[in-house]
């Protein structure tokens, strides 16, 4: 297993090479001549292409997956010499934006040019996917390859993405040590009279300063005992004595996502928020325990809310105990009843138990882990067992 301080940035070839033989397996088995994707997770998993430029809504971009040979780029002219210091050697470009005809006839062509044994190509069109170009030029490229159809691949996207290699691993582990380090530091930075917003900027700032590319998503909500929320935060509310202040952060390393959280409790915790951080942390180790391979998504769902409902949980508003991680902050599957999806070695998941303790109080407690041949691997640092607690 690789030295966390000594993570490489970017991949071999042999990465994408192998990441380009699997989708070709699995197009194979599910009688495609090509898969087209067009999404910034998509096109960086392919090439290694990787630049704040997705930001910019303008213009589209596409990567042909053949069914035998290299990806080939189809991409606005402005992406070619970013793309250029990738494996990928087959690129197409037009001088984009030209709205009458952003890229259409270069894919068009593309697809048409490629051998037609099945007459199917595949784009991921499911959940937690999306077609980045317009439908009205989506359904021109549909018109245009015919009779040759245009088929769901998400569930190979899924098979792909969703098992990670060792470099793969040794980013997210990176982008969890920058983050535990930062959370371990912050108490020294809290005091009682700051804000959410401050609180969550001073995390925010220590895991850049630590070797973090960016922090997109570092989010606070805060209440007295307890928090009704914890996707709207950071706010303006000011942290005073008996609140508990959850703080959830996103780090990226090298395009690679951690997601997990810290709760903190300020001058005093009472007897109900106790409990609930005891109940949650225990559901956390039993979900973590429980991650084992030929285990499912719904096991550890069920282990996990086994143990809240037996802490008098009243119920959960999140929707799901944990999901997938890697490219992206939240990945497939998740942890929620009855999701079957079997546990593999190589999976990045998060163990993440949440309920309302009482009327309009949350307590969540997230870690991440990936699956191993035995017990997970905690690639975050686990949690301390007792609430932090600022009393200044």
Same mark, same amino acid.
């Given at each position: 297993?690789?030295?966390?301080?000594?993570?490489?940035?970017?991949?071999?070839?042999?990465?994408?090479?192998?990441?380009?033989?699997?989708?070709?397996?699995?197009?194979?088995?599910?009688?495609?001549?090509?898969?087209?994707?067009?999404?910034?997770?998509?096109?960086?998993?392919?090439?290694?292409?990787?630049?704040?430029?997705?930001?910019?809504?303008?213009?589209?971009?596409?990567? %042909?997956?053949?069914?035998?040979?290299?990806?080939?780029?189809?991409?606005?002219?402005?992406?070619?010499?970013?793309?250029?210091?990738?494996?990928?050697?087959?690129?197409?470009?037009?001088?984009?934006?030209?709205?009458? &005809?952003?890229?259409?006839?270069?894919?068009?062509?593309?697809?048409?040019?490629?051998?037609?044994?099945?007459?199917? %190509?595949? %784009?991921?069109?499911?959940?937690?996917?999306?077609?980045?170009?317009?439908?009205? &030029?989506? @359904?021109?490229?549909?018109?245009?390859?015919?009779?040759?159809?245009?088929?769901?691949?998400?569930?190979?996207?899924?098979?792909?993405? %969703?098992?990670?290699?060792?470099?793969?691993?040794?980013?997210?582990?990176?982008?969890?040590?920058?983050?535990?380090?930062?959370?371990?530091?912050? /108490?020294?930075?809290?005091?009682?009279?700051?804000?959410?917003?401050?609180?969550?900027?001073?995390?925010?700032?220590?895991?850049?300063?630590?070797?973090?590319?960016?922090? /997109?998503?570092?989010?606070?909500?805060?209440?007295?005992?307890?928090?009704?929320?914890?996707?709207?935060?950071?706010?303006?509310?000011?942290?005073?004595?008996?609140?508990?202040?959850?703080?959830?952060?996103?780090?990226?390393?090298?395009?690679?996502?951690?997601?997990?959280?810290?709760?903190?409790?300020?001058?005093?915790?009472?007897?109900?928020?106790?409990?609930?951080?005891?109940?949650?942390?225990?559901? =956390?180790?039993?979900?973590?325990?429980?991650?084992?391979?030929?285990?499912?998504?719904?096991?550890?769902?069920?282990?996990?809310?086994?143990?809240?409902?037996?802490?008098?949980?009243?119920?959960?508003?999140?929707?799901?105990?944990?999901?997938?991680?890697?490219?992206?902050? =939240?990945?497939?599957?998740?942890?929620?009843?009855?999701?079957?999806?079997?546990?593999?070695?190589?999976?990045?998941?998060?163990?993440?138990?949440?309920?309302?303790?009482?009327?309009?109080?949350?307590?969540?407690?997230?870690?991440?882990?990936?699956?191993?041949?035995?017990?997970?691997?905690?690639?975050?640092? @686990?949690?301390?067992?007792?609430?932090?607690?600022?009393?200044?």
């Amino acid at each position: 297993m690789s030295n966390v301080s000594r993570v490489v940035r970017g991949f071999p070839q042999s990465e994408f090479e192998m990441r380009c033989e699997r989708a070709q397996r699995l197009m194979a088995n599910n009688k495609l001549d090509a898969m087209l994707v067009m999404t910034e997770p998509e096109v960086r998993y392919f090439t290694g292409f990787k630049s704040h430029f997705w930001q910019s809504p303008t213009r589209p971009w596409f990567i %042909v997956v053949p069914a035998e040979g290299k990806p080939i780029a189809i991409i606005p002219e402005i992406g070619v010499a970013g793309m250029q210091t990738t494996w990928i050697s087959d690129i197409e470009s037009w001088p984009a934006p030209v709205p009458d &005809d952003d890229g259409v006839s270069l894919l068009q062509k593309v697809l048409g040019d490629l051998p037609k044994k099945f007459g199917r %190509v595949g %784009v991921p069109m499911g959940h937690e996917t999306e077609i980045r170009m317009s439908l009205l &030029d989506f @359904r021109k490229v549909e018109r245009a390859i015919a009779p040759a159809e245009i088929v769901d691949a998400t569930d190979i996207k899924r098979r792909l993405r %969703v098992i990670k290699s060792e470099l793969e691993i040794d980013k997210t582990r990176r982008a969890c040590t920058i983050a535990s380090d930062a959370f371990e530091a912050l /108490p020294s930075r809290l005091k009682m009279g700051m804000t959410e917003r401050e609180a969550c900027h001073a995390l925010k700032i220590d895991m850049l300063v630590r070797g973090a590319d960016d922090a /997109p998503f570092v989010v606070g909500s805060s209440g007295p005992g307890g928090y009704d929320d914890i996707i709207m935060g950071p706010r303006d509310r000011v942290l005073a004595d008996s609140d508990v202040l959850i703080i959830d952060t996103g780090a990226i390393y090298d395009g690679y996502f951690c997601d997990f959280d810290r709760n903190f409790a300020f001058g005093h915790v009472d007897d109900a928020a106790k409990k609930a951080y005891d109940t949650v942390f225990a559901a =956390t180790d039993a979900g973590i325990a429980a991650a084992r391979p030929g285990a499912t998504h719904h096991d550890l769902w069920s282990t996990m809310w086994g143990v809240l409902e037996a802490g008098g949980a009243l119920g959960e508003s999140v929707g799901r105990l944990g999901h997938g991680l890697g490219i992206q902050l =939240t990945e497939g599957p998740s942890n929620r009843e009855g999701d079957m999806t079997v546990l593999e070695p190589g999976m990045v998941i998060t163990i993440e138990p949440g309920m309302c303790f009482a009327p309009g109080k949350l307590m969540v407690h997230e870690e991440n882990i990936v699956i191993r041949d035995g017990e997970a691997e905690l690639l975050s640092r @686990r949690a301390a067992p007792e609430m932090p607690l600022i009393t200044e």
